[in-house]
């Protein structure tokens, strides 16, 4: 953070700025310099402060309506469907938003691995970003319990005994974090007190994110690293907050496009029967967004290796700096990394499809393919090709090869030295 | 200064470890009841025990309780349905354990048990599945006429509560 010392104009305003320099901070975020050459992939961080500020606004209307007990929350939420004003759009922004939520930090992390986002000297801010992910999915399913429909109370069941999977104390932990003997009562509300709770632990870790992200600076399309503020940047304001501006338009409609005229196409229509713990539904699937990681659980035919290779399969995300040896952040100049990134979507997408199917036939054989390849890419696949690679050349400067029209490969730096 | 740097344990060490020691303790006495505060309570220890009565159920059919929020299936099996659980040999069994084991002696065609499945906690179907006993639709799960688990991914039998017959048509779960 190059910028130099701010001041402010008024009287009032140094007189404040001296004993807590809340102007110094604003200052320093509108003009904080960013590459000039970020596309609309780097606009959904802006859209995901916005979802999880929906979530939270929508949230504490919904819990002036909600009763967290096991007899009146189907019923409340029935309630604030029919007799609240506006409680339909509320909720059906509320649940989609969920959605929306994890579409666009999917497209933020996909992001983020094409471009190399998470390498030196960016790790923290990828480590702090999981931690995020992380605790969205604990928010998401917890609230998908809070409707006491079928599909919470049954998914709220397989979850919970995934914990039974741990030897020795599984079940007591499992009992513990129950508070009865079956998801329960004492479930329902310890559910929704920390549901209520988390996404104030994410606003907390959002901040240290952009706190960590603000001292490299961002990543950018070309993945080199670049002088602040130089002819590469612009400043934050108005040049990125017109485009995140412009990007969070557009998403707005596809998130109004799902809460007025398709609003339960995401859910599942189990979920508007009422919890009975006699009875489990045909077929329990999870909301669309957990998934891959379903699928991965389903394809070990053992219960603790499933639950591990599940958990595994996100944690091996926090060691990914460290996995991916190449020396060239960006996917643009690393011919061989691009195309397995995009074989690593098709194989998300595959394991999310067979996910939502019966774990039999085809379906089996695909989750256990998919399984092997995921793991595959990110011990195998990552560390071997960042040594073989020949990466293409990258070049000095962001406005080199804008302002001549196409690279000039004799002011490139060559890809074995260091960037 | 200089006697104390030769003593190789001065009493600023001993207050430090006696002040970290006491503080850990009284740390882990505040945070136990935090944690406590989460296991089942009074009330949901107090539903600990059902008593059914058994008198309306045919041989062949069964019947489904609740009971701690659990359903437990109370199965009447009939002669074939008996012989047929202990006809199967104990090496195919992945949690081997004799059908004689899973009932009451004299009451062999009592089968009493947590109608939760082993994998993860959902309700099997009775009367399904490859081996006539019990599937479940969660992951493909296959129980047997013993309530064992045959093929799929659960890794042990349903299990057996704790039960008695206070009489001829009257069992007591817990």
Same mark, same amino acid.
């Given at each position: 953070?190059?910028?130099?010392?701010?001041?402010?104009?008024?009287?009032?305003?140094?007189?404040?700025?001296?004993?807590?320099?809340?102007?110094?901070?604003?200052?320093?975020?509108?003009?904080?310099?960013?590459?000039?050459?970020?596309?609309?992939?780097?606009?959904?961080?802006?859209?995901?402060?916005?979802?999880?500020?929906?979530?939270?606004?929508?949230?504490?209307?919904?819990?002036?309506?909600?009763?967290?007990?096991?007899?009146?929350?189907?019923?409340?939420?029935?309630?604030?469907?029919?007799?609240? /004003?506006?409680?339909?759009?509320?909720?059906?922004?509320?649940?989609?938003?969920?959605?929306?939520?994890?579409?666009?930090?999917?497209?933020?992390?996909?992001?983020?691995?094409?471009?190399?986002? &998470?390498?030196?000297?960016?790790?923290?801010?990828?480590?702090?970003?999981?931690?995020?992910?992380?605790?969205?999915?604990?928010?998401?399913?917890?609230? &998908?319990?809070?409707?006491?429909?079928?599909?919470?109370?049954?998914?709220?069941?397989?979850?919970?005994?995934?914990?039974?999977?741990?030897?020795?104390?599984?079940?007591?932990?499992?009992?513990?974090?129950?508070?009865?003997?079956?998801?329960? /009562?004492?479930? @329902?509300?310890?559910?929704?007190?920390?549901?209520?709770?988390?996404?104030? @632990?994410?606003?907390?870790?959002?901040?240290?994110?952009?706190?960590?992200?603000?001292?490299?600076?961002?990543?950018?399309?070309?993945?080199?690293?670049?002088?602040?503020?130089?002819?590469?940047?612009?400043?934050?304001?108005?040049?990125?907050?017109?485009?995140?501006?412009?990007?969070?338009?557009?998403?707005?409609?596809?998130?109004?496009?799902?809460?007025?005229?398709?609003?339960?196409?995401?859910?599942?229509?189990?979920?508007?029967?009422?919890? /009975?713990?006699?009875?489990?539904?045909?077929?329990?699937?999870?909301?669309?967004?957990?998934?891959?990681?379903?699928?991965?659980?389903?394809?070990?035919?053992?219960?603790?290796?499933?639950?591990?290779?599940?958990?595994?399969?996100?944690?091996?995300?926090?060691?990914?700096?460290?996995?991916?040896?190449?020396?060239?952040?960006?996917?643009?100049?690393?011919?061989?990394?691009?195309?397995?990134?995009?074989?690593?979507?098709?194989? $998300?997408?595959?394991?999310?499809? $067979?996910?939502?199917?019966?774990?039999?036939?085809?379906?089996?054989?695909?989750?256990?393919?998919?399984?092997?390849?995921?793991?595959?890419?990110?011990?195998?696949?990552?560390?071997?090709?960042?040594?073989?690679?020949?990466?293409?050349?990258?070049?000095?400067?962001?406005?080199?090869?804008?302002?001549?029209?196409?690279?000039?490969?004799?002011?490139?730096?060559?890809? /074995?030295?260091?960037? | 200064?200089?006697?104390?740097?030769?003593?190789?344990?001065?009493?600023?060490?001993?207050?430090?470890?006696?002040?970290?020691?006491?503080?850990?303790?009284? +740390?882990?006495?505040?945070?136990?009841? +935090?944690?406590?505060?989460?296991?089942? !309570?009074?009330?949901?220890?107090?539903?600990?025990?059902?008593?059914?009565?058994?008198?309306?159920?045919?041989?062949?059919?069964?019947?489904?309780?609740?009971?701690?929020?659990?359903?437990?299936?109370?199965?009447?099996?009939?002669?074939?349905?008996?012989?047929?659980?202990?006809?199967?040999? +104990?090496?195919?069994?992945?949690?081997? #354990?004799?059908?004689?084991?899973?009932?009451?002696?004299?009451? !062999?065609?009592? +089968?009493?048990?947590?109608?939760?499945?082993?994998?993860?906690?959902?309700?099997?179907?009775?009367?399904?599945?490859?081996?006539?006993?019990?599937?479940?639709?969660?992951?493909?799960?296959?129980?047997?006429?013993?309530?064992?688990?045959?093929?799929?991914?659960?890794?042990?039998?349903?299990?057996?509560?704790?039960? #008695?017959?206070?009489?001829?048509?009257?069992?007591?779960?817990?």
């Amino acid at each position: 953070m190059s910028e130099q010392e701010y001041v402010p104009k008024s009287k009032a305003g140094k007189w404040f700025n001296d004993r807590l320099p809340l102007l110094s901070l604003a200052s320093h975020l509108t003009d904080y310099p960013t590459p000039k050459n970020l596309n609309y992939w780097w606009t959904f961080g802006g859209i995901l402060t916005f979802c999880l500020l929906t979530q939270i606004i929508t949230g504490i209307v919904l819990a002036m309506h909600y009763v967290a007990h096991a007899d009146l929350a189907f019923a409340s939420v029935e309630h604030i469907m029919r007799d609240v /004003n506006y409680g339909w759009l509320i909720r059906y922004i509320h649940s989609n938003g969920a959605s929306m939520f994890f579409l666009a930090v999917y497209i933020h992390i996909f992001r983020s691995l094409f471009y190399g986002s &998470y390498k030196s000297p960016r790790e923290i801010i990828w480590i702090i970003g999981l931690m995020i992910y992380l605790l969205m999915m604990a928010a998401a399913f917890m609230g &998908y319990v809070l409707p006491w429909g079928q599909m919470s109370f049954w998914g709220a069941t397989v979850i919970t005994n995934l914990f039974s999977a741990i030897p020795l104390v599984g079940d007591s932990i499992t009992t513990w974090l129950w508070g009865a003997y079956s998801v329960d /009562n004492p479930t @329902l509300t310890r559910f929704f007190s920390l549901h209520y709770l988390i996404p104030f @632990l994410i606003l907390g870790l959002v901040v240290l994110h952009i706190w960590a992200l603000h001292v490299p600076g961002n990543n950018n399309p070309v993945g080199i690293d670049i002088k602040k503020p130089s002819k590469d940047t612009v400043p934050f304001h108005p040049y990125i907050t017109i485009k995140d501006a412009f990007a969070l338009l557009l998403f707005m409609i596809i998130f109004a496009g799902f809460v007025f005229f398709a609003p339960n196409v995401l859910g599942h229509s189990d979920n508007y029967i009422q919890a /009975n713990p006699m009875v489990t539904p045909a077929h329990i699937v999870p909301e669309w967004y957990l998934l891959p990681f379903y699928a991965i659980l389903r394809s070990v035919p053992d219960k603790l290796g499933g639950v591990i290779l599940m958990f595994g399969a996100i944690f091996i995300l926090f060691v990914l700096p460290w996995l991916d040896t190449s020396k060239v952040r960006s996917a643009v100049f690393r011919p061989i990394y691009r195309q397995f990134f995009w074989i690593l979507i098709v194989d $998300v997408l595959v394991l999310g499809y $067979v996910g939502a199917m019966p774990a039999e036939g085809i379906y089996l054989v695909l989750a256990r393919v998919g399984t092997v390849y995921y793991f595959l890419h990110f011990i195998v696949i990552l560390p071997v090709v960042g040594y073989l690679e020949k990466t293409e050349p990258v070049p000095l400067s962001i406005s080199d090869p804008v302002l001549t029209g196409s690279a000039d490969y004799s002011m490139a730096k060559k890809d /074995n030295e260091k960037i | 200064m200089d006697k104390s740097e030769k003593k190789t344990t001065t009493r600023r060490d001993f207050l430090f470890t006696t002040s970290y020691t006491v503080g850990a303790v009284g +740390l882990g006495a505040v945070i136990w009841p +935090l944690i406590d505060q989460m296991n089942p !309570d009074k009330a949901q220890k107090a539903l600990a025990t059902t008593e059914v009565d058994i008198s309306q159920i045919e041989p062949g059919k069964s019947i489904t309780v609740l009971w701690r929020g659990k359903p437990v299936f109370l199965k009447r099996r009939t002669q074939e349905e008996i012989l047929e659980a202990r006809s199967v040999s +104990l090496n195919d069994l992945p949690h081997p #354990e004799k059908d004689e084991e899973r009932v009451k002696s004299g009451k !062999d065609e009592w +089968l009493v048990m947590l109608g939760v499945c082993t994998h993860l906690g959902c309700v099997p179907l009775s009367n399904k599945g490859d081996y006539k006993g019990w599937f479940c639709p969660c992951h493909g799960s296959h129980y047997d006429l013993s309530g064992r688990i045959r093929k799929g991914p659960a890794p042990k039998n349903m299990e057996i509560p704790k039960y #008695e017959f206070v009489d001829a048509n009257t069992i007591k779960i817990g």
